[in-house]
Structure formats: C-alpha cells, structure tokens
C-alpha cells in the first residue's frame, strides 16, 4: 500500500512537472523553426532544419543588448536595494526589542493583501513629483523594499540561536558587525532564496516599465519584446521571438541552477526543529 501512495505521488509529481515544462519546450523548439513549421499540426517538436539564423535575427533586429544592459541595471539595483533594507529591517523585527514591534511586524504584513494596481498610480504621482518619470531610477526605487523579504528573513534570523550573538558582544562587536560578520554567513541559504525571488520579479517585470518609460532607449528586455513584435506587426517573425524570449530567459535558469543547492538547504534548515 505505502509502495502504491509513494507510486501515485511520484507519478503525480512528474505529470506536474511535464506539464510545467512543455510551453517552455515549446518556445525552445520555435526558436529554431522556420515560419512553415511553427504552427504546422500535429506539433512538430523537433525541427526538420533548425533555423539557428532566428537568434541572430533576435539580436540584431532590434537594440537587444542595450536593453538587456538596462534589465541587468535595473534588475542588480533593485537586488541591492531590497537585500540591504530587507537585511535591516528583518533582523530589527527578529532581534531587537522596541515599542510596538508586533504592530508595525502585522501592518507591514497587510501590504501583501494590498493589489499592487492599487498603489501604482499613487506611486506614478509620487514620481512624477519627484521628476523620474522616463527614468531608470523610477524603475528601481520603488522596488527597493520588499514585505514578502523581510519576512523571509525574519524567520530564517529567529531560527539562529542566540548564544551565537551574545558570544560576538562578549568579543566586542556591536550590532553592525554582528549582522555582517555573523548573521548575513549564516544565513546565505536564505539570501540565496531571496535572490532568486528578487532576480526573477525585477527581471520579469513588464507592466511598471509600460508605465513609467516612454522613451526607446529606457526600455528593458520585457519591453522591448513587446517592441520587435510591434515593429513586425504586420508579419511577426514568430521564430525569431521565440529566440529572443528563450534568450531573455537563459539569465532566470541560468541564476535559479546556480544557487538552487542554497535554496534547497534554506528550506531544509526552515523546516527543520527547532
């Protein structure tokens, strides 16, 4: 019986995963078909002649480089943001003892039940005041906080037992030093987490961009996906775009299997015993 479940499950996962797989195997293989064989029926997954041309098309069609340069500005600023005032903001909730802890810990938490639409037009007001609207910095300042890390990693710091960081004030450190020299080591399974999480939402975002920049030169590699298929409206190279967002991608996969040990010991230590 217990052979059956562990059958069912693992069948169940796998079913999952292939599902979860094929649009991406499906993009990979129109990246490298050409225009009769893309929407030929039934689905021809592997190409009678790959078209390896619909990448360097992707490249040069369109400034491509230029905008993954400024996703890559946009998306490493952003990182650096959040991790810094996350960092800070998690291990004050987690370690120090101030008036009205709890109640400022829950209304942060209430933002996450807020849409995001419902604070961007304040947020598009806020920076127009300030003269970043059509600018980079108006893509990257708002992001430099993030609830979802901060409680991330407030839990991950409530789990480190204190006697580590009594031990550090005994040797002499203050509180800067404790958290980088003793909290941020200790806790690289769980930045790691938050690094893939803030790579993947800074990296794909495409409506914010939409909104705040106007400007060709601005536009990050989301945008300007959207830019090549609205430049070939009339007949859009499919093959091509497909080669375009595969490459657009290769970053996300590429940062994911490069750290996903980290994340998996991040889980492991989250749902271990106290």
């Not at 225009?35 to 990448?55: C, D, M, R, V």
């Not at 829950?106 to 806020?126: D, R």
Request: charged content about 10%; some cysteine; hydrophobic content about 55%.
């Amino acid at each position: 019986m217990k052979t059956l479940r562990k059958l069912f499950k693992h069948s169940m996962l796998y079913g999952i995963a292939v599902v979860m797989i094929l649009p991406f195997l499906w993009m990979l293989s129109t990246s490298l078909k050409g225009p009769a064989e893309i929407f030929s029926l039934p689905i021809q997954w592997i190409p009678s002649s790959p078209k390896f041309e619909n990448y360097k098309i992707a490249i040069t069609s369109f400034p491509f480089i230029h905008f993954m340069i400024n996703s890559i500005v946009v998306t490493g600023l952003i990182i650096i943001g959040q991790l810094f005032t996350s960092v800070l903001a998690a291990y004050a909730f987690a370690r120090m003892e101030f008036k009205g802890k709890n109640f400022l810990f829950i209304l942060l938490l209430s933002g996450l039940m807020l849409p995001a639409q419902t604070i961007m037009i304040p947020m598009i007001l806020t920076l127009n005041k300030l003269n970043l609207i059509n600018t980079l910095a108006g893509l990257i300042i708002p992001f430099t906080w993030s609830t979802l890390i901060v409680f991330l990693l407030r839990q991950f710091f409530m789990k480190i037992p204190r006697e580590i960081e009594e031990a550090a004030m005994i040797d002499g450190c203050n509180t800067f030093q404790i958290i980088t020299k003793i909290i941020l080591p200790i806790s690289k399974p769980i930045l790691s987490t938050a690094f893939i999480l803030i790579f993947i939402y800074g990296w794909n975002q495409y409506f914010w961009p939409l909104l705040i920049v106007n400007k060709e030169e601005l536009y990050t590699l989301q945008l300007g996906l959207a830019y090549f298929k609205e430049v070939n409206s009339i007949e859009t190279n499919w093959g091509a775009l497909m080669a375009g967002t595969t490459l657009t991608m290769l970053p996300v996969i590429t940062v994911f299997l490069f750290f996903q040990k980290k994340v998996i010991e991040s889980i492991a230590f989250s749902g271990g015993k106290e």
